[in-house]
């Protein structure tokens, strides 16, 4: 993936989508008794080849089970090939630790908990921030390549750099919610080539340990005894209908469903407008459908990860962002997950950058369309069509604390505060539609820390565990840092793998 040079990444995921819509998104639960004869066995059963697939895979394997991983693409990997592979650890890990990063479990703790949405699943963070540390080392014992650089730089690292601030920490409100530490973890290469690595070398482990990976096989409809334990599963392989027997359990691991334009309007209307689906193209909601048609809750389904990604370069961040009634609502510097999430779901899916002589994108990005360019504020706002006067209020205001380092508003820090003066200004336009706004969905299956889902009344459906993004999990909306996917899946995957290896025969 190059930056501003050929095919438009705009271009390039609208590709992607078209793809989706060949794949399946799950079918009924069919009665045990339709099933005439089993065409295989196998003790774990996990659907999908992510990174919340082969962790559970991988641990399911250590445990002593015979697993079988089936993936429904051609390749091997789902998004998170194509991600950053940027993980969210913290606590004092190793790499923190040989770059002299001061962090604590109680401060990421604190973070995660009390910076992003209200009444976080605290069972599921306690449990990812105490054991973040042995998370990391299992990582790093997996063959995952870090190297000890760290930058200060905001954004994902396009450097070789292993930790960064990955997050909204440093911004207001959060800088005073917990001590800010770098705990965004990437692998240390050059571009974004961070997920691709993390899978490769985690699907190198699985074949190694004698996992029995399929590709091109579709996980369709559950199976399912009288008294309600999974039986197996009938999937599609290689365009084959086929019937799949498990004895201990099944790993729904489908990703979310970002290419379910169907489920989207349904589900997350908030999204179904970003434009740009941001995912691999198996994100149809297969797994999802599946568990809900065996009775499995589903939370938080409206949510996402909406980005709004304008830095870098970070001077832009000098300009003010603002709605369509020319107020500001957010300090500009916040993660561009929190900004996107601010402008989708509570701006109606409209705003605008204002910046100055000082603070421009120049001539390469692809990301924002300039939607005026005027000497004064006055003419700009006529440009853009703002409520007559509001905007000339808004930067009179801004400028009148900015010039003191003050936002009494929004706290933004002092390398970003200034005020605006001195044409050109213009107007970036950040609206969910007309930018560049990558979306995938955070909704999914209700499960307990092990994986097990859970249906509307808090009772695990036997032998039935799900991970990743086919889960409500540890991202929400507002989406803090980036690796909290990521980490959720390889974590939380790892957890699903060995409480379904150990998951007794025909038991709940
Ligand atoms: C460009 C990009 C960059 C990102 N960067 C980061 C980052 O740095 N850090 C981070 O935390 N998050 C990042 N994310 C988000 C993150 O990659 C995903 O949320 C996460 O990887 C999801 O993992 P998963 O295992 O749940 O699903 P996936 O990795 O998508 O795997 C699911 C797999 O299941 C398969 N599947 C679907 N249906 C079926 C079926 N019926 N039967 C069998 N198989 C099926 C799919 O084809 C897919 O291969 C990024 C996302 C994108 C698109």
Redesign the pocket.
């Known amino acids: 993936m190059q930056r501003g040079r050929g095919i438009s990444r705009r271009a390039l995921l609208a590709g992607a989508g078209t793809a989706a819509a060949t ?2 998104a ?1 079918a009924a639960a069919l009665p045990r008794s339709k099933v005439k004869a089993w065409d295989g066995s196998t003790d774990v059963l996990v ?7 082969v962790s559970a895979a991988l641990a399911a394997r250590a445990a002593g089970a015979r697993v079988t991983l ?4 051609p390749k091997l ?4 090939a ?5 993980v969210y650890a913290g606590g004092g890990t190793e790499l923190q630790r040989a770059l002299r990063v001061e962090d604590s479990v109680e401060q990421m703790f604190a973070f995660l908990s009390r910076a992003g949405a209200p009444h976080p699943p605290l069972d599921k963070l306690q449990r990812y921030c105490e054991d973040s540390v042995a998370h990391f080392d299992w990582l790093l014992d997996q063959g995952v390549r870090y190297t000890e650089k760290f930058t200060a730089a905001k954004g994902l690292p396009m450097g070789d750099e292993s930790l960064y601030f990955s997050g909204t920490e440093q911004a207001w409100p959060a800088r005073e919610l917990a001590t800010p530490a770098p705990r965004g973890h990437v692998p240390g290469l050059q571009g974004m080539n ?2 691709r690595h993390l899978m490769e070398v985690l699907l190198q482990r699985a074949r190694g340990a004698g996992v029995t990976l399929r590709t091109r096989v ?2 369709e409809r559950l199976v399912v005894e009288d008294d309600g334990r999974i039986a197996g599963l009938l999937v599609r392989d290689n365009d084959q209908p086929r019937a799949l027997r498990v004895r201990r359990g099944l790993v729904l ?3 979310g469903f970002i290419h379910n334009r169907a489920m989207l309007q349904r589900y997350a209307p908030q999204l179904f407008d970003c434009s740009v689906p ?3 193209a ?3 909601g ?2 999802i459908n599946m568990g809900i048609a065996v009775g499995a809750a589903a939370l938080r389904m409206h949510q996402g990860f909406a980005i709004a990604p304008v830095y870098p370069p970070e001077h832009v961040l000098s300009g003010i962002v603002v709605n369509a009634s020319a107020q500001r609502f957010i300090s500009e510097e916040s993660y561009h997950g929190v900004l996107g999430d601010a402008i989708a779901y509570h701006q109606g899916g409209r705003a605008w950058l204002i910046t100055d002589k000082g603070a421009d994108f120049g001539m390469h990005q692809d990301n924002f369309v300039m939607a005026g360019e005027a000497n004064t504020i006055g003419d700009l706002a006529v440009n853009i069509g703002f409520p007559s006067g509001a905007l000339q209020h808004t930067v009179a205001y801004y400028n009148r604390f900015a010039e003191t380092g003050e936002d009494p508003l929004f706290r933004k820090s002092a390398p970003y505060l200034r005020p605006l003066l001195g044409a050109p200004y213009r107007a970036w336009d950040l609206s969910v539609d007309r930018a560049f706004f990558p979306a ?1 969905t955070f909704g999914g299956l209700h499960t307990t820390v092990d994986g097990q889902v859970l249906d509307s009344f808090g009772d695990a459906i036997p032998g039935l565990f799900a991970a ?3 889960t409500a999990g540890l991202p929400m909306a507002p989406y803090i840092a ?6 959720d ?1 390889t974590y939380f995957g790892r957890r699903a793998g060995r409480a379904v290896a150990a998951h007794p025969v025909g038991a709940a």
């Open positions: 794949i399946a799950g659907a999908g080849s992510g990174a919340a697939g089936i993936e429904a693409l990997g789902g998004s998170s194509m991600s950053g592979g940027v961070g997920g579709a996980a691991a489908c990703g941001w995912g691999n198996g994100d149809m297969a797994g995938h990743g993004r086919t980036s690796g909290l996917s990521v980490g899946c």
